[in-house]
């Protein structure tokens, strides 16, 4: 995973958390704009998230926050 990835998704995991405490989901759509500014770390999120990982359309961030840190 990308250094900037794993920082994007750490940051959004974190903020969420914040907001609507550990029970908020997420998918990996979370991490990106409603705007498709840059298909390469889309892909990525998106291969790391469903082909690696095999995970539901929405996860608990705190899931997903752990997932990244062990990388």
């Known amino acids: 995973m990308s250094p900037v990835l ?3 998704i750490m940051e959004v995991c974190h903020k969420k958390i ?5 029970n908020v ?3 990996f759509y979370a991490f990106f704009k409603n705007k ?3 298909p390469e770390l889309l892909m ?4 790391w998230w469903i082909k ?3 995970l539901d359309h929405f996860e608990k961030a705190v ?3 752990e997932l990244v840190k062990s990388l």
């Open 6 to 8: 794993k920082a994007k």
């Open 18 to 22: 914040e907001q609507k405490g550990t």
């Open 25 to 27: 989901g997420i998918s």
């Open 36 to 38: 498709n500014d840059n």
């Open 44 to 47: 990525e999120a998106a291969t």
């Open 52 to 54: 690696i990982h095999e």
């Open 63 to 65: 899931k997903i926050k």
